[in-house]
């Protein structure tokens, strides 16, 4: 669903940010669209691979990393040798900036004090949690893994070990989900305060095993008002508590947000490495092959495995970019919201619409943001983009 700070005063507009897909995982989770695998006996093939494609893509060895970001999947359910072989090579051939943010996913059950000790001496140092919920009945629902207990372990583990960046997923509109139940969740993961919280609204408009028991139990689901109502008593929780609500799906504590995650909001370059793994640099956007085996046959073949490459017009740029930082809580700069407003006359109407209904605010620059109410709208403004 498939994630900041800037405590080391570059800007995530500069420099360069590379992501790297590991799509292994022990089980798939019934919401899962994400393009995973459970073969285990692919990891060392699949690593080898990568090794290989971090040779053939658009970006000139000793190139600097600002960020690198390692994403499924899970990450940590790559055995620790390889995962440490993986980090190495791609650190050779791009070393990292100093003060650079190294991200990796790991679910609550893979997480121990050996895997800490190793993956902070490969140079790890933020760790992205899949927990979701601490409600026993809602992970059923969810397929996962782990518990609620070994969720709480897990967090209290990685944020005494004090070397990470820790942030936590939760998931909004679960199946029988109340605000009740939600309370329970933020509440307990308030109690270990981690610098990082992402909120995802279940998505219902994609192919998973939950859509299947939607089909089923209707009446098991939140309606879209109902959704809306919990992410609104999400954002006053969470910002009361202290946290930021810097982007439509993501809080954090003052100087813990996504450096990563913001190079995409801001169109920072963002190469990439691993079957469907999404890259763009300027008004150049590509994609790899979304066939695990397409993938590894490719580079077998020494072919860098793209599914597509594409160039964006100035206004399509145009178009992403307004779109892209409406996602944040700072908004569009005037003059990126002006140049918008002037080439897409309708985006221009439906701003104005949203600004009338106070779910957009402008400043004295012509800059404009979102309200949270707005950013529970915005598909409507966005699609006025596309």
């Excluded at 989900?177 to 219902?204: F, G, N, W």
């Excluded at 409406?326 to 407003?341: C, F, I």
């Amino acid at each position: 669903m498939p994630g900041e700070r800037h405590e080391h005063g570059s800007s995530s507009g500069r420099g360069t940010g590379l992501y790297v897909h590991l799509p292994f995982c022990a089980s798939r989770c019934s919401y899962c669209t994400f393009v995973v695998t459970t073969h285990s006996r692919l990891i060392e093939p699949y690593i080898e691979a990568l090794e290989q494609e971090s040779s053939l893509i658009d970006l000139e060895a000793g190139t600097r990393l600002d960020t690198l970001y390692f994403g499924g999947g899970t990450p940590s359910q790559v055995p620790i040798p390889l995962f440490e072989r993986l980090v190495a090579t791609l650190s050779a051939r791009y070393p990292l900036a100093s003060g650079a943010e190294v991200t990796a996913e790991a679910n609550p059950e893979d997480l121990s004090p050996h895997l800490l000790e190793r993956w902070a001496a490969a140079g790890i140092n933020r760790l992205s949690m899949g927990i979701q919920s601490f409600v026993p009945a809602e992970l059923e629902l969810l397929d996962r893994r782990h518990t609620a207990q070994t969720a709480a372990n897990a967090l209290e583990m990685v944020l005494t070990d004090g070397r990470f960046q820790v942030n936590a997923d939760l998931m909004l509109a679960i199946p029988r989900q109340t605000v009740a139940s939600l309370r329970i969740s933020v509440d307990k993961i308030l109690t270990y305060r981690p610098h990082h919280i992402s909120i995802y609204l279940l998505e219902m408009d994609k192919p998973h095993r939950l859509r299947t028991y939607a089909n089923r139990h209707p009446e098991a689901f939140p309606t879209d008002e109902q959704a809306a109502g919990l992410y609104l008593q999400v954002h006053d929780w969470l910002t009361s508590a202290g946290y930021l609500h810097y982007e439509i799906s993501n809080f954090a504590l003052p100087g813990h947000m996504a450096r990563h995650n913001i190079r995409y909001w801001r169109s920072a370059p963002v190469h990439a490495l691993g079957v469907a793994a999404h890259g763009l640099d300027g008004p150049r956007h590509w994609a790899n092959l979304d066939n695990l085996h397409g993938y590894l046959l490719s580079l077998s073949q020494g072919t860098r495995p793209l599914a597509w490459s594409n160039h964006l017009s100035p206004k399509d740029e145009l178009a992403q970019k307004v779109m892209l930082q409406l996602r944040l809580a700072e908004g569009a700069p005037g003059g990126l919201v002006a140049a918008v407003r002037q080439a897409l006359p309708t985006f221009a109407d439906k701003l104005s619409e949203f600004l009338e209904l106070g779910l957009a605010v402008a400043d004295e620059t012509g800059g404009v943001h979102l309200t949270p109410r707005g950013w529970l709208l915005s598909n409507e403004l966005f699609r006025e983009l596309v």
